[in-house]
Nanobody, 115 residues
Framework: QVQLVESGGGLVQAGGSLRLSCAVS????????MGWYRQAPGKQRESVAVITDGASTNYADSVKGRFTISRDNAKNTLYLQMNSLKPGDTAVYYC?????????WGQGTQVTVSS
């Protein structure tokens, strides 16, 4: 059974940093891309950062230059390094693994940035 478990969220002051982790257990075939998404209260879930199976990365304009997505295949873990955090980054952050057949989602981790 596949499980994605996020960790690393919390409360941080504006300008601070957090590192999110997404630990993946279980066997997943046909991975196309892995990514981080976020959903703020009253807003739709949005893509933050994506890394393809070929290691190409793509970022939302709002986080470019501040966030970095990476993965450790040996540890089956996806990361999101978040620097220079802003109150507008406050949201629940989810990791997702997309395959050719379906998507897998984690349960989310709350990130709150105070001004």
């Amino acid at each position: 059974q596949v499980q994605l478990v996020e960790s690393g969220g919390g409360l941080v002051q504006a300008g601070g940093s957090l590192r999110l982790s997404c630990a993946v257990s279980g066997s997943i075939a046909g991975i196309d891309a892995m990514g981080w998404y976020r959903q703020a209260p009253g807003k739709q879930r949005e893509s933050v950062a994506v890394i393809t199976d070929g290691a190409s990365t793509n970022y939302a304009d709002s986080v470019k230059g501040r966030f970095t997505i990476s993965r450790d295949n040996a540890k089956n873990t996806l990361y999101l390094q978040m620097n220079s955090l802003k109150p507008g980054d406050t949201a629940v952050y989810y990791c997702k693994i997309g395959t050719y057949w379906r998507d897998y989602w984690g349960q989310g981790t709350q990130v709150t940035v105070s001004s």
